[in-house]
Structures are given as C-alpha cells and as structure tokens.
C-alpha cells in the first residue's frame, strides 16, 4: 500500500507582484531621488550637446575658409622662391 502525499496548497494571493509595509520610506525616497538625478543629468547633457552641435555647424564653414587660406599661403611662398631665385645672381653681380 502506498500513501498518496496531499496536493500541496499555492497561495493565489501572494503570487503578484506587491509593496510591502515592510520597505521603509527612506528606501522608496532613495530610488525616486536617484530616478530624478538620472533625469537631470540626461537633460543636462541633452543641453550641452545641443551647445556642442551649433558651435560645429558655425565652425565647419571656418575650416573651409582655413583650408583655401592654407593653399594661398603655399602659393605666396612658391612665388616668393621663384623671385629669391631670380634675384640671386643679380645680387652677386
């Protein structure tokens, strides 16, 4: 003869997800406190990257202007050399 074992009773009620009364409010404070700060700082940086995007948009033309300023001065020293080079033996005569 073997005995059956009784089905073993599950509590419903405590199956969901719920607060206790047993977390303290300082805990509950802590986590919305952080939440808050996370949600600061994300703007935060939102802002300075808005801030950072406009100086580049101002600064992409400049670097152009740079660039054709680079090639100018290459072009006045090239000519510079040629003259120097034109002029050295009228100097030694």
Known sequence: ???QQP?????ESDSRWHVDRKIPLAVILTIVLQTC???WWGAS????????ERRADTAAPQA?????LEV???T???GIQEIK???????KR
């Open 72 to 74: 100018q001065v290459d």
């Open 64 to 68: 152009d202007r740079l660039t054709r």
């Open 7 to 11: 089905a073993p009773v599950i509590d």
């Open 1 to 3: 003869m073997t005995r």
């Open 37 to 39: 700060g996370v949600v």
């Open 85 to 91: 080079a034109i002029l050295r033996p009228a100097i």
């Open 45 to 52: 940086i939102n802002s300075r990257i808005d801030v950072l």
């Open 76 to 78: 006045i020293k090239d």
